[in-house]
């Protein structure tokens, strides 16, 4: 899991190999649940068998909505990763970086035949521009933005 540094790293964690899990000892169940747990094991004896199957249960209902997650997540998606290129704070950091993921989108879309073969006018457009005012990018607030 340390190595999972990346998107596509962290999309490539082998969930079914138990290095990966955490000891079912040691899973954070919520303080409720815990509370309720400990109750429920001061009135019954033979209780802590029943808690380490909850906390199984809990770990194996985890594994498979994390599995679910990672199977319909969009950031396993070359075009979705890279769309990050329209962020025009992402253009500031690297213009290669930029300029490769701006390659990326544009060859995606003529692969699926969503914009034509004579895309570079829209390369053009969209490729990052060295005389972009850096002020009026730094002082671009996503959170304010709206849609619709």
Same mark, same amino acid.
């Given at each position: 899991?340390?190595?999972a540094?990346?998107?596509v ?5 082998d ?5 990966n899990?955490m000891?079912v000892t ?9 509370r ?7 009135k019954?004896?033979?209780a802590?068998?029943?808690?380490l ?5 809990c770990? *194996?209902? $985890? +594994? ?7 199977? =319909?997540a969009?950031?396993k998606y070359? /075009?979705? #990763? ?15 970086v930029?300029t490769r993921?701006l390659t990326?989108? *544009?060859? $995606? +879309?003529?692969?699926?035949?969503r914009?034509?073969? =004579?895309?570079w006018?829209?390369?053009? /457009?969209l #490729?990052p521009?060295?005389d ?9 607030q ?6 619709g």
């Amino acid at each position: 899991m340390n190595n999972a540094t990346t998107t596509v790293k962290l999309l490539q964690v082998d969930l079914t190999d138990p290095v990966n899990h955490m000891d079912v000892t040691k899973l954070r169940v919520g303080f409720v649940t815990e509370r309720g747990l400990v109750e429920h094991m001061k009135k019954n004896s033979g209780a802590e068998r029943l808690r380490l199957e909850f906390r199984q249960n809990c770990k *194996l209902f $985890l +594994l498979k909505m994390v599995s679910k997650l990672f199977e =319909k997540a969009p950031l396993k998606y070359p /075009l979705v #990763r890279n769309l990050s290129v329209l962020d025009p704070r992402a253009l500031l950091k690297s213009k290669e970086v930029s300029t490769r993921k701006l390659t990326t989108v *544009l060859r $995606l +879309l003529v692969e699926t035949g969503r914009i034509e073969d =004579k895309c570079w006018g829209v390369w053009s /457009l969209l #490729r990052p521009q060295p005389d972009v005012s850096v002020r009026f990018l730094q002082g671009i607030q996503p959170t304010k933005w709206k849609i619709g």
